[in-house]
């Protein structure tokens, strides 16, 4: 079976940086890229990365250019966003999700990232 | 990103009914488009893919359609369980983005 684990919740204070991991399992890491999606409080989802494990190759969001990085560790199957920086409305929910043909198969579980002074 | 306009916003429909969500582009994505199902505490869920292809494992209820511009998911008899906020997504060109989501209440 097809799992995406991602890492427990954060509290961070503005201007710190956070890093969730999203470790895969059930399938072969590196055949399928990974985006990572965030749902603020009372908004909708929003797409940020899209991220190739084979390569490391990535895609953002405009809006997360220069904020974002996104790693990976192949040997343990797991993709690592780092997001600096930090804002109150980066207060979030944060998903990975596996592509299949572009659309979204298979998603984490979230990490609540929480943003205060 | 290629703006998407879903519409209703919100729907309050009564087991049984027939529901239709719009999504409408800003450019053509083709058939790039797929369907989400996200209920509170719970990840998304993939319905529909490539506009109108059903996920494996998802009911037959939900379907969709459509090319271009326009599309519209269907469920044609709703069931309790299908409650939550319903969001297109396109992937046209290796950008992505999503609609605003369109919130489903069962009366």
């Known amino acids: 079976q097809i799992h995406l684990v991602q890492s427990g919740a954060e509290m961070k204070k503005p201007g710190a940086s956070v890093k969730v991991s999203c470790k895969a399992s059930g399938y072969t890491f590196t055949r399928n890229y990974l985006h990572w999606v965030r749902q603020a409080p009372r908004q909708g989802l929003e797409w940020m990365a899209i991220f190739n494990p084979s390569d490391g190759r990535t895609n953002f969001a405009p809006k997360f250019q220069g904020r974002l990085t996104l790693t990976r560790d192949t040997s343990a199957s797991t993709v690592y966003m780092e997001l600096s920086d930090l804002r109150s409305d980066d207060t979030a929910i944060y998903y990975c999700?596996?592509?299949?043909?572009?659309?979204?198969?298979?998603w984490g579980q979230g990490t609540l990232v929480t943003v205060s002074s | 990103d290629i703006p998407l306009t879903q519409s209703p916003s919100t729907l309050s429909a009564s087991v049984g009914d027939r529901v239709t969500i719009t999504c409408r582009a800003s450019?053509?994505?083709?058939?790039?488009l797929a369907w989400y199902q996200h209920r509170p505490g719970k990840a998304p869920k993939l319905l529909i893919y490539?506009?109108?292809s059903l996920q494996s494992g998802v009911p037959s209820r939900f379907s969709g359609s459509g090319s271009g511009t326009e599309f519209t998911l269907t469920i044609s008899s709703l069931q309790p369980d299908d409650f939550g906020t319903y969001y297109c997504h396109q992937y046209h060109s290796y950008s992505y983005n999503f609609g605003q989501g369109t919130r489903l209440e069962i009366k």
């Open positions: 490539d506009a109108s």
């Open positions: 999700a596996r592509d299949v043909e572009r659309a979204l198969d298979h």
């Open positions: 450019h053509t994505i083709n058939r790039w």
